[in-house]
């Protein structure tokens, strides 16, 4: 049986922060504010059930599981962007 995907909310904040390596890059460029990007990462964390984030003052680092899955997760949201453009198309 497939497992239930964590919210899409989640998984877009979680990957525009670990493509531009800031909260506030992917608060731009989702167009919220940098506190709903982090609670949307920590609510994906909660979730999960491990952390995907570390922060260290200013600075973002990836953990090892997040580094695993984040190409992936790009990649998925990309396929669900084309998806979405070629049905519009029709």
Do not use: C, I, W, Y
Not at 15 to 29: K, M, P, Q, T
Not at 32 to 53: H, I, M, N, R, W
Not at 62 to 80: K, P, Y
């Amino acid at each position: 049986m497939a497992r239930r995907l964590p919210p899409l909310n989640a998984l877009r904040a979680f990957e525009a922060v670990a493509r531009l390596g800031s909260v506030r890059a992917a608060a731009a460029e989702l167009h919220v504010t940098p506190a709903a990007v982090s609670q949307q990462v920590k609510a994906l964390e909660a979730d999960l059930g491990f952390q995907l984030v570390r922060r260290r003052g200013n600075q973002l680092e990836l953990t090892e599981a997040a580094r695993a899955g984040s190409d992936t997760v790009t990649a998925g949201l990309r396929l669900m962007a084309q998806s979405v453009r070629a049905m519009r198309e029709h």
